[in-house]
T-cell receptor, first 116, second 113 residues
């Protein structure tokens, strides 16, 4: 299984809602990543989890809250988002964080989020 | 700091023509370089990577890239474009923190029939 899955594919939420994005991989990877991608822009790194611990937080606002319940799962909890947070949210994984920076990251298809 | 610059936000070629997408890098450490492709409404897929083993790197779908240290370049080429190659292409470099990669701004490739 060489796949990263993400649910839901699409999400529309209001600014007062609480929702969660989910990411799953069963490749035994120990590093997982959240990226945000606005239209016609490159992905921007948000968070890196290494061995289930948060290792990089790219100064992301607290209305985004990541969680790594186990080595296969990565969640992104959303609360009180703004319309400018509308974007494609991509999850990725790699064997280890440093190896993901010199070997390969596997990307999921993304969740397209719209904040009204 | 590490960075990559992709020249040309949009490239259009005819089907069957040579594809050349340009990428120049800046790195204070031995660079690890990547090309990713993103088809519409999809995630990113690795095309190829350079990790100092060989300067000419072959990837999937007939793409290849050549690492030229003297030019600090890592341009992506394909001899003959296919309609299915239409996508967004991102060049990326390992960050000096060694735990993340930095993407270029992307080049959208269009293929004319």
């Amino acid at each position: 299984d060489t796949e990263v899955t993400q649910t839901p594919k699409h999400l529309v939420m209001g600014m007062t809602n609480k929702k969660s994005l989910k990411c799953e991989q069963h490749m035994g990877h120990r590093a997982m990543y959240w990226y945000k991608q606005k239209a016609k822009k490159p992905p921007e790194l948000m968070f890196v989890y290494s061995y289930e611990k948060l290792s990089i937080n790219e100064s992301v606002p607290s209305r985004f809250s990541p969680e790594c319940p186990n080595s296969s799962l990565l969640n992104l909890h959303l609360h009180a988002l703004q319309p400018e947070d509308s974007a494609l949210y991509l999850c990725a994984s790699s064997q280890e964080a440093e190896r993901g920076a010199r070997e390969r990251q596997f990307f999921g298809p993304g969740t397209r989020l719209t904040v009204l | 700091a590490q960075s990559v610059t992709q020249l040309g936000s949009h490239v259009s070629v005819s089907e069957g023509a040579l594809v050349l997408l340009r990428c120049n890098y800046s790195s204070s450490v031995p660079p690890y370089l990547f090309w990713y492709v993103q088809y519409p409404n999809q995630g990113l897929q690795l095309l190829l990577k350079y990790t100092s083993a060989a300067t000419l790197v072959k990837g999937i779908n007939g793409f290849e890239a050549e690492f030229k240290k003297s030019e600090t370049s890592f341009h992506l080429t394909k001899p003959s474009a296919h309609m299915s190659d239409a996508a967004e292409y991102f060049c990326a470099v390992r960050d000096s923190s060694a735990s993340k990669i930095i993407f270029g701004s992307g080049t959208r490739l269009s293929i004319r029939p």
